[in-house]
């Protein structure tokens, strides 16, 4: 019989910690100043875990305890220590009647309110880009309104705005963030170069998307977005600093251009390499720490593992640029263990630790070591599922030890029941548990199960 994820969650270490990695809102609004404020998950053993209990960390009203349980199967929050219900639809409903209610031509207090309800609906709906969809439409399409007929004055702020809902592929939207970029093009002065720049690069990106086929080959297309790079790079510090990941941004874009066209090995690594000098480049004139520019930056060293066999100790050499960041260096610790690992079992499938060099054995177990303490100081793991349990899993490996391969399998199910990996985007470590276990064990038989073989 399958184990329940409250079963697993007992397993792991620090079971407060775990919710607040799996469950993707972080954000609730205070009950008594209705603020939308940072907030906490709190295991309780008696409760089902999605009826864990959540903690809202006001900054002017403290901390307010909301206890989920289930009426007659109906799942009820309440405000402890109180008989008030704690209603989310009352938030979202007050948000959005403001918004409703707001006059489109003072774009301030309009873009305010319509980022307030979008907030509300991430709330709403788990934290789901996609609907924001609705305001962001009206906020764009107000501050459009505004540029036609009141000029270009407060073109600056619309552009940053323009930012915060950029990642959202609804066509509509899109079609209105356009024209504002067009328009942003015809009027270069009015906005700082560096700001200019990351507006072009999300206008020529949107350019193509839409007409393409008026391009006469993706050269061009190409050509336009190095531009783009070429010239941020040689702006001045003080001008690259409002947004200082546009190279980045140009490269992670034409990374994943040049893979959905099947580009060659030699194009995907000249960008993986540019893309990681832009990463130094801007850390090295004072970008702040950033998750998103982190993972570009790892990401490229993944692409370059497959043809370089020293892109690991590059990685690991560039854990200086982010501070030794906990993010960026559990990863490559990740990476680096495993490249050591592939490095030594050559052919072989399943390489029995009395046949690692002892040596080699040693820097696995240090890598991985370095990558669970990195890992487990993070209550965010996204985008690094697979990592935490690969780490488990060779420091079991390499240190001889159980029942640190039966944790990372027990972070695989965990995550995979949690819908934060699914164990198609896992294989690759259940395998290496499954080949690595001992024969006939109980460690073996929950891997090959977890992996769909069908075990009596």
Not at 99 to 120: L, Q, R, W
Not at 161 to 172: G, L, M, P, Q
Request: charged share 30%; net charge negative.
């Amino acid at each position: 019989m399958p184990r329940t994820i409250e079963q697993i969650l007992k397993s792991l270490p620090d079971p407060n910690k775990q919710l607040d990695r799996v469950f993707r809102v972080h954000s609730f609004h205070c009950p008594n100043c209705r603020a939308l404020s940072p907030a906490r998950y709190q295991y309780v053993p008696t409760k089902r875990v999605e009826l864990c209990d959540i903690v809202i960390e006001c900054e002017t009203c403290g901390e307010s305890r909301i206890e989920r349980n289930l009426s007659r199967g109906t799942e009820v929050w309440r405000i402890a220590g109180t008989d008030f219900v704690y209603d989310r639809d009352n938030f979202y409903n007050e948000t959005k009647d403001i918004m409703d209610g707001a006059d489109p031509k003072d774009i301030f207090f309009y873009s305010k309110v319509c980022e307030d309800h979008a907030n509300t609906l991430m709330v709403r709906n788990d934290n789901h880009r996609d609907s924001c969809f609705h305001p962001y439409l009206k906020e764009m399409s107000a501050f459009l309104e505004h540029l036609k007929t009141r000029g270009t004055k407060d073109l600056e702020f619309i552009c940053e705005r323009t930012f915060e809902c950029n990642s959202i592929a609804k066509y509509d939207l899109l079609v209105v963030m356009r024209e504002i970029y067009h328009i942003a093009m015809m009027n270069k002065d009015d906005i700082p170069e560096g700001l200019w720049l990351a507006i072009e690069l999300e206008k020529e990106i949107l350019d193509y998307a839409f007409d393409n086929m008026f391009y006469d080959s993706d050269k061009d297309h190409i050509e336009s977005v190095e531009w783009i790079a070429e010239d941020f790079e040689k702006l001045p510090k003080e001008e690259r600093m409002g947004h200082p990941f546009v190279a980045v941004n140009v490269y992670k874009y034409l990374m994943k251009f040049h893979q959905r066209r099947g580009s060659s090995d030699r194009v995907l690594n000249a960008v993986a390499k540019s893309l990681i000098d832009a990463a130094k480049n801007a850390r090295a004139m004072g970008a702040p720490i950033d998750r998103t520019a982190m993972y570009d930056h790892l990401m490229a060293y993944m692409h370059l593992l497959a043809t370089q066999k020293t892109a690991h100790k590059k990685a690991m050499a560039d854990c200086s640029v982010w501070d030794d960041d906990p993010f960026y260096k559990g990863v490559a610790s990740v990476v680096y263990a495993d490249a050591l690992f592939r490095g030594a079992k050559g052919d072989e499938p399943s390489l029995p630790l009395d046949y690692l060099d002892p040596k080699v054995a040693k820097e696995i177990l240090h890598h991985s070591e370095v990558a669970i303490e990195c890992l487990e100081s993070l209550s965010d793991l996204s985008g690094i599922e697979v990592w935490l349990p690969l780490a488990y899993f060779y420091n079991g490996y390499a240190g001889n030890d159980v029942p640190k391969m039966k944790l990372a399998l027990d972070y695989l199910e965990f995550f995979d029941l949690a819908h934060m990996a699914t164990l198609s985007e896992t294989n690759y470590v259940v395998d290496l548990i499954a080949l690595h276990a001992k024969f006939g064990s109980a460690l073996q038989r929950s891997a090959l199960k977890l992996r769909g073989y069908p075990i009596f």
